[in-house]
């Protein structure tokens, strides 16, 4: 084992352990706005996973998007609805019990189903392509058999019409027109 | 001799992370070793940065407003901010009674942690950078994340209405104020052709983007000092902390060491937007030069670059504290307008321009 | 078996993340933590289509492609979420789901 | 028509209006007693919806010491100088009210010096304490440089204070029947030293602030109320006078010397904070003409028409005199029963506390930043408020 590939191997077991240890306290914290915490946690060793798997460009974007927007909107919306005493009612028994089952059984079913399963492994030491930003950036834009631009069209078409449609369910609709030019710009601050 | 000799004892502070890693595989004691004295080292650098910037500012503050400020300690007051940093190191920490205490804990961490990320990939001179990552840009915006979740924490965690509000301030604030930092970002990536910091400065060999880059550059810069100052919550953007309004925002329950680190997090932060302006718009440390002339960029060279970088970036630290002092605060509404139907309207108007100017070749000096 | 990590422990990470998600999304009673367990299911897809991308399909980066267009509806995803509970927080003074019932006959 | 007098708690507990579900939850959050705003013991329990002001309901009393009841138990000269511990900026008026009660109960005629000084000190003390509004009024909306500018020039009118009374803040200077000593052989010169320096200053204080797109912008049509508004609510001073209603008693029912000299009343026309905010810069312009045209000719006189030891007894009935302080009309009202040295009871009908209801007028449906801007274009003082 050469060093690189033993820090590679410490460090992905590392991740791998904070990684779950902060998801489970996702879904199992009380306290919901600690539970975002854990939730940034977990997206932040995402991104170094990523870095592990040599898609860089895609850990940054992991960490603008997610860290920086998604993680943060989630945050505003634990600050709108609830308060710091707020503590979550523990699941009932039965809902807990099939939860477990349900998430248990999933586990269990996939994992047998990778060990039976051969999958068609590349190469071990493939090229990959010198910049991945650039390459992406073709995919995205390209059009043909192996260009995404339908796609990335519809997802910008998705992206305005959530923001439209964010600002249109979070506008007070009772209030008086007076108030709505910074009532409107107030949800459109906070739904980007 | 004298930046010749910091720079290479700053480097050798900062590549103490790097030798760890190295050593990690031969012995694991030596690069615990590395690691401790790396993560001091950083400290020593943050703090003692931070202290510089926190007397600049006061002297700044001083001579636009009719006095002298901090002149007791030490020559001309040299020594007043290790002087307040002792003093805040030994005030009374408090914890208010119903606080969440882990996330009032977590916040001023998370503040830290941020600038520190960020100021790892600023490339100082040509020897002296950190981490030289491929996606510099986009990671420097990515990590302005972490600093905002701090003060949302913050403002939570203190279980104050008033920190809340200034909590929710900053998040609308920054998440507003970041779409018009990433496109003026996005024009220099443009005009550069790379998201690497140090390729980007390489590329300004010929000229600044400032000005090689027309008015396009010049409004991608005031874009872009507008919009970083916003996301500091320096004035007249500070809304999130503004002391008259909300007796100081998310860090009011702070105290003593927790608060320093807001503190500090603040101060290093302006220093990273200033040098990150002065890297992306007026070339880093790369000396003034003009394409084609040979003799003036060869005599613009004798000046070590380590000081092209340094003035750089104190004159954006001068600008932005010059707008400090002498400007009012912003009302909430009027923070949110200025963002969403001027700045942003702009941003991408420039966008295309950079694009169209990239496309057609029409820089101020086309170079080799 | 080797420690380092191959497809198979890459696959294992994403599908304990997948299932820790899925038992979130039913167990939450506050619908921002089912919309946070919904982001962990979105994350470890994401995860999944990189992992394969990174070791069965390595020349190309469509599985990238895929991973940012994850990414892109998470964000959609959250906003109209958040959106939506403050909504219903204003009208309901509650956002657990278990109470959100109207529909219910 | 019989007014309902409810109790701060009865305010806070009223249930939001109507029962539609879509209302938004609205939060009560204290503002004050220590907050940096206020400038200093006032306390507002603001009524909030998200960071839009639904309702500020001022909490007074934080700082009641008494004093008109302690006026009961002392003679007016000793009243005079509890008086300067109300307003504390514009001390000198202060003691001039009580003064030109006495005065008007006993039916006493001053010479012309004494009326002179008197408002000479009075304009002087008006300037100063616009200055110091001007400069906490930058402070109050971000920008803390104005502050100290304001401060540098109001130091150098405290120091004629200095010079002339002995005190830079409470100067128990104005006394019935005359004032306490006469003015310092310097006192002219310092004077016109100081008009020659801070007029000047004025239209710098107009580039720093007034032109400021962020100023204009706070401040224009924020925190209006019409002239309806300030005259139901009682208000006075320069926040009346914006909203357009030309009261100023230095004109209106001029006192001391007013009547000789000639200055324009500042008046508005909106009622935002930016007019309030013109008026009293104009004053400060005012304030300087006035003393210009009086310094030069103050005659020649005594400065007390009797001992200090004679006994004041007002005749047996009520008393009371107003007059125009930095900050609006102070009313003095006594009243004697003809015997003793000391009033049955005593009042002060203070600026103050008349305009700090119109912040809630002013405030409905703004933000919680054109609050404290409200606050401060009223230029409260919070000792005044309570007494």
Same mark, same amino acid.
């Given at each position: 084992?050469?060093?690189a ?25 009380k ?42 909107l989630? @945050? ?37 189903? /990778? ?10 030491t ?13 995919k ?24 439209i449609?964010?600002?249109v ?10 108030d ?13 | 001799?004298?930046?010749?000799l ?21 012995? +694991? ?29 006061? $002297?700044?503050?001083a ?32 914890? !208010? ?33 950190? @981490? ?11 990590? =302005?994340?972490?600093g ?29 104020y ?11 990536t ?33 874009? /872009? ?14 809304? +999130? ?42 070339? =880093? ?14 005599i613009?060279?004798?000046i ?7 003035? $750089? ?18 009302r ?9 139907k ?10 295309f321009?950079?694009?169209?100017i990239v496309?057609? $070749? ?5 170079g080799? | ?19 820790? =998600? ?19 299911l979105?994350n ?10 990174h ?6 980066i ?36 278990t109470?959100?019932?109207?529909? $219910?006959? | ?7 701060l ?7 939001a ?22 400038h ?67 039916q006493?005629?001053l ?30 909306l ?27 803040l ?64 009682? @208000?006075t ?7 357009g ?48 045209q ?13 001992? !200090? ?5 007002? +005749?047996e ?21 003809g ?6 009871r ?6 103050n ?9 002013m ?12 606050i ?6 919070? !000792?005044?408020?309570?007494?």
């Amino acid at each position: 084992m050469n060093p690189a590939e033993l820090t590679h191997t410490i460090v992905f077991y590392g991740l791998a352990l904070v990684s779950i240890v902060a998801a489970l306290l996702v879904v199992t914290v009380k306290r919901i706005f600690r539970a975002a915490v854990a939730l940034a946690t977990v997206l932040v060793c995402g991104a170094g996973f990523y870095i592990l798997l040599d898609y860089d460009f895609i850990a940054g974007i992991q960490l603008l998007v997610y860290v920086g927007g998604i993680v943060i909107l989630i @945050v505003f919306a634990v600050m709108l609805t609830s308060s710091l005493e707020d503590t979550e009612i523990r699941p009932s028994k039965s809902r807990k019990a099939l939860g477990i089952i349900s998430s248990l059984g999933f586990l269990a079913t996939a994992l047998i189903a /990778f060990q039976s399963t051969s999958f068609p492994l590349s190469a071990p030491t493939p090229e990959q392509p010198s910049d991945v930003a650039l390459e992406i950036g073709r995919k995205l834009l390209g059009y043909g058999s192996d260009g995404y631009v339908l796609p990335f069209e519809i997802i910008s078409l998705l992206l305005l019409s959530a923001v439209i449609g964010a600002i249109v369910v979070a506008r007070n609709p009772l209030k008086k027109s007076s108030d709505l030019s910074g009532q409107s710009e107030q949800s459109d601050g906070s739904a980007t | 001799m004298l930046e010749n000799l910091l720079t290479h004892s700053a480097f050798e502070i900062l590549t103490l992370s790097d030798r760890a890693a190295q050593a990690l595989a031969e012995n +694991p004691w030596e690069a615990a070793g590395y690691t401790l004295l790396a993560l001091g080292g950083t400290g020593a650098f943050l703090s003692l940065l931070g202290m510089a910037l926190i007397y600049v500012e006061r $002297k700044v503050a001083a001579h636009f407003q009719c006095r002298l400020g901090p002149m007791r300690v030490g020559w001309h007051g040299m020594l007043q901010s290790i002087a307040d940093a002792l003093k805040l190191l030994q005030k009374e920490d408090i914890i !208010p009674e119903k606080a969440d205490k882990l996330l009032f804990f977590l916040a001023p961490v998370f503040s830290i942690i941020a600038t520190v990320l960020a100021l790892i990939i600023i490339p100082m001179s040509p020897s002296l950078q950190v @981490v030289d990552l491929n996606i510099g840009v986009i990671f420097i915006s990515a990590v =302005g994340g972490f600093g905002v979740l701090g003060i949302l924490l913050a403002g939570w965690s203190s279980n104050n209405k008033w920190s809340l509000l200034g909590a929710m301030r900053a998040g609308a604030q920054f998440i507003s104020y970041e779409i018009s930092v990433t496109l003026s970002l996005l024009v220099i990536t443009l005009l550069a052709g790379s998201l690497q910091l140090s390729e980007i400065v390489q590329s300004q060999q010929d000229g600044w983007w400032i000005w090689r880059g027309h008015i396009v550059g010049v409004v991608a810069f005031f874009v /872009f000092i507008i919009s970083s100052t916003a996301e500091l919550n320096r004035p007249p953007f500070d809304l +999130p902390e503004a002391e008259s309004e909300l007796t100081g925002g998310f860090h009011t329950e702070y105290s003593g060491l927790r608060f320093s680190f807001f503190f500090l997090a603040e101060f290093i932060n302006m220093f990273i937007a200033s040098a990150l302006g002065a890297t992306l718009f007026f070339g =880093g440390w790369m000396p003034f030069h003009i394409g084609g002339f040979e003799t003036f960029n060869s005599i613009m060279d004798l000046i070590p670059p380590g000081l092209w970088f340094a003035g $750089k970036t104190a004159f954006i630290v001068f600008l932005m504290m010059w707008v400090r002092w002498t400007f009012p605060r912003l009302r909430v509404d009027q923070l949110m307008r200025l963002e969403w139907k001027f700045l942003l309207p702009v941003g991408f108007i420039n966008l295309f321009a950079a694009a169209t100017i990239v496309l057609t $070749k029409l820089y101020f000096f086309p170079g080799q | 078996m080797s420690f380092v990590p191959g497809l198979f422990h890459w696959l294992c990470l994403s599908t304990i993340l997948f299932s820790i =998600g899925l038992y979130g999304v039913m167990t939450r009673r506050n619908a921002v933590g089912v919309l946070m367990s919904v982001e962990l299911l979105l994350n470890s897809a994401a995860m999944n289509f990189l992992i394969f991308n990174h070791f069965a399909a390595k020349p190309f980066i469509d599985g990238a492609v895929m991973a940012l267009f994850i990414i892109a509806v998470a964000a959609a995803e959250a906003v109209v979420a958040m959106a939506l509970f403050v909504a219903i927080f204003r009208s309901r003074k509650t956002v657990d789901v278990t109470q959100i019932d109207t529909l $219910k006959g | 028509m019989a007014v309902k007098i409810s109790t701060l708690e009865e305010r806070i507990s009223v249930p939001a209006e109507g029962d539609n579900p879509l209302n938004t939850q609205e939060y009560f959050i204290n503002m004050g007693p220590q907050h940096p705003a206020t400038h200093g013991v006032l306390r507002l329990m603001l009524k909030l919806d998200g960071e839009t002001v639904r309702e500020v309901i001022p909490v007074l009393g934080y700082i009641h010491r008494g004093i008109e009841k302690i006026g009961e138990h002392q003679t007016y000269r000793q009243f005079v100088h509890l008086t300067d511990r109300c307003d504390y900026l514009s001390a000198m008026m202060n003691n001039w009210a009580v003064s030109l009660m006495v005065e008007k109960a006993m039916q006493t005629q001053l010479n012309d010096r004494i009326e002179y000084i008197r408002t000479i000190m009075a304009e002087l003390e008006r300037i100063q304490s616009h200055m110091l509004w001007w400069g906490v009024l930058g402070m109050d909306l971000g920008a803390f440089t104005p502050f100290l500018y304001g401060f540098r020039d109001r130091e150098m009118i405290t120091d004629i204070f200095e010079e002339t009374i002995g005190c830079r803040l409470t100067m128990n200077y104005i006394q019935p029947g005359g004032l306490m000593d006469d003015i310092h052989p310097n006192f002219v010169k310092r004077v016109k030293d100081v008009i020659a320096y801070a007029k000047p200053k004025i239209d710098e204080y107009e580039e720093l602030l007034s032109g400021n797109v962020i100023i204009q912008e706070r401040l224009r049509n924020v925190g209006t109320i019409t002239a309806e508004q300030a005259t139901s609510l009682g @208000v006075t001073g320069p926040v009346l006078r914006a909203s357009g209603v030309a009261l100023d008693l230095r004109r209106v029912a001029p006192y001391g010397a007013y009547g000789q000299v000639d200055f324009e009343v500042a008046v508005g026309s909106v009622g935002d904070c930016w007019d309030r905010y013109w008026v009293r810069v104009e004053e400060i312009r005012q304030s300087f003409r006035i003393i210009e045209q009086l310094i030069d000719n103050i005659p020649a006189g005594k400065t007390m028409l009797s001992k !200090p030891a004679k006994k004041i007894i007002l +005749p047996e009935g009520s008393h009371y005199a107003q007059l125009e302080t930095a900050r609006g009309i102070l009313g003095i009202y006594a009243v004697s029963d003809g015997k003793s040295e000391n009033p049955v009871r005593i009042h002060m009908r203070s600026p103050n506390y008349h305009n700090v209801w119109s912040v809630d007028a002013m405030t409905r449906n703004a933000r919680i930043g054109d609050l404290v801007a409200n606050i401060s274009s009223l230029d409260i003082v919070v !000792p005044d408020i309570d007494r």
